[in-house]
C-alpha cells in the first residue's frame, strides 16, 4: 500500500466503524500495522487523510448516479488526487475508488458520519468537489445533481450554501446574486455585506487544517465568489 497507507491511515482514526469503516474494512488488514497508533486518535478536526477517505465514497456515489462511469470523471479525480497526494498514493486510490463504485453505498449513513465528524467548511470543500466530478463530461447529469443535492441535505449544507455552489458551476438566472446568497433587490449595502460575508465563509484560510494543496484547491471557490461580486459592480457601477 505505500504512499496510500500514509494519508489514509491519517483518516483511520475518523472513519474506523460505521458506515465508511464497513466500506473500507477489506483495506484495513493491509497496513493496520503501519498505522495502529494513529486508529486508537480520533480527531475532531478534519484531517486529509479522512478528507480523501470521504471524498472517495462521496465520488463513488456521484459517479453511480447515471449508471455510467465515465473516463473523463476518474480523470479529473485522478488529477485532482495527484494534486494531493502524489503519483503513487493516486494510483492506489483510484483502484479503492473502482472497488468502491462495485458497492451499495448507504448514501445516508455515510453523509451523516461525515457530519458528525468534519467540519462545516470542509463539508462544503467536498461539495465544490462533487460538482467538479459531476461536470468533467462538459454537462451535468441530472440524475448526478440530484445525488449530489441529497448529500448537501445528509451533509448539513444550508440551501443558501448549496445554491451558491450550485451556481458556480450551473449558473441560474442572477447566478452571480445566488453566489452571494442575496436576491437582485438587495441594497448596494446588502450586496458589499454580503460579499464580506461569502469572502469569510470561502476563504482557504477555512480549509487550511487539510494542508497547502487543499487549501490551494479553495482558491477556485474564494476567486468565483469575487468574480460575482465584480460583476454585480460592474452593473450597478458601485464604487
Same mark, same amino acid.
Given at each position: 500500500?505505500?504512499?496510500?497507507?500514509?494519508? =489514509?491511515? #491519517?483518516?483511520?482514526?475518523?472513519?474506523?466503524? #460505521? @458506515?465508511?469503516?464497513?466500506?473500507?474494512?477489506?483495506?484495513?488488514?493491509? /497496513?493496520?500495522?503501519?498505522?495502529?497508533?494513529?486508529?486508537?486518535?480520533?480527531?475532531?478536526?478534519?484531517?486529509?487523510?479522512?478528507?480523501?477517505?470521504?471524498? =472517495?465514497?462521496?465520488?463513488?456515489? *456521484?459517479?453511480?448516479?447515471?449508471?455510467?462511469?465515465?473516463?473523463? !470523471?476518474?480523470?479529473?479525480?485522478?488529477?485532482?488526487?495527484?494534486?494531493?497526494?502524489?503519483?503513487?498514493?493516486?494510483?492506489?486510490?483510484?483502484?479503492?475508488? &473502482?472497488? =468502491?463504485?462495485?458497492?451499495?453505498?448507504?448514501?445516508?449513513?455515510?453523509?451523516?458520519?461525515?457530519?458528525?465528524?468534519?467540519?462545516?467548511?470542509?463539508?462544503?470543500?467536498?461539495? %465544490?468537489?462533487?460538482?467538479?466530478?459531476? #461536470?468533467?463530461?462538459?454537462?451535468?447529469?441530472?440524475?448526478?445533481?440530484?445525488?449530489? !443535492?441529497?448529500?448537501?441535505?445528509?451533509?448539513?449544507?444550508?440551501?443558501?450554501?448549496?445554491?451558491?455552489?450550485?451556481?458556480?458551476?450551473?449558473?441560474?438566472?442572477?447566478?452571480?446574486?445566488?453566489?452571494?446568497?442575496?436576491? @437582485?433587490?438587495?441594497?448596494? !449595502?446588502?450586496?458589499?455585506?454580503?460579499?464580506?460575508?461569502?469572502?469569510?465563509?470561502?476563504?482557504?484560510?477555512?480549509?487550511? %487544517?487539510?494542508? !497547502?494543496?487543499? &487549501?490551494?484547491?479553495?482558491?477556485?471557490? /474564494?476567486?468565483?465568489?469575487?468574480?460575482?461580486?465584480?460583476?454585480?459592480?460592474?452593473?450597478?457601477?458601485? *464604487?
Amino acid at each position: 500500500m505505500g504512499g496510500f497507507a500514509k494519508w =489514509l491511515g #491519517g483518516g483511520l482514526g475518523w472513519v474506523f466503524g #460505521g @458506515p465508511i469503516g464497513g466500506l473500507l474494512g477489506f483495506l484495513v488488514g493491509s /497496513f493496520l500495522d503501519e498505522s495502529s497508533s494513529e486508529t486508537r486518535q480520533v480527531s475532531r478536526e478534519t484531517t486529509p487523510g479522512a478528507f480523501g477517505v470521504s471524498l =472517495l465514497v462521496l465520488v463513488a456515489a *456521484v459517479m453511480k448516479a447515471d449508471r455510467r462511469v465515465l473516463k473523463s !470523471e476518474l480523470e479529473y479525480v485522478k488529477q485532482y488526487f495527484i494534486s494531493q497526494f502524489g503519483v503513487d498514493s493516486t494510483r492506489e486510490a483510484m483502484i479503492l475508488l &473502482r472497488d =468502491l463504485l462495485k458497492q451499495d453505498i448507504p448514501l445516508r449513513d455515510v453523509c451523516r458520519q461525515i457530519a458528525k465528524n468534519m467540519d462545516y467548511s470542509s463539508r462544503i470543500h467536498l461539495l %465544490h468537489f462533487l460538482f467538479g466530478v459531476a #461536470g468533467a463530461d462538459g454537462k451535468f447529469d441530472q440524475d448526478e445533481v440530484a445525488v449530489i !443535492e441529497k448529500i448537501a441535505g445528509y451533509l448539513g449544507i444550508s440551501s443558501g450554501d448549496y445554491t451558491s455552489v450550485k451556481n458556480m458551476f450551473i449558473p441560474d438566472t442572477d447566478a452571480a446574486y445566488k453566489i452571494l446568497e442575496i436576491e @437582485p433587490g438587495a441594497s448596494d !449595502e446588502e450586496v458589499k455585506k454580503a460579499y464580506r460575508k461569502m469572502a469569510l465563509k470561502y476563504h482557504p484560510d477555512r480549509v487550511s %487544517h487539510l494542508g !497547502e494543496d487543499f &487549501r490551494k484547491a479553495a482558491d477556485e471557490k /474564494f476567486k468565483k465568489v469575487n468574480e460575482a461580486y465584480e460583476k454585480i459592480k460592474k452593473e450597478r457601477n458601485i *464604487v
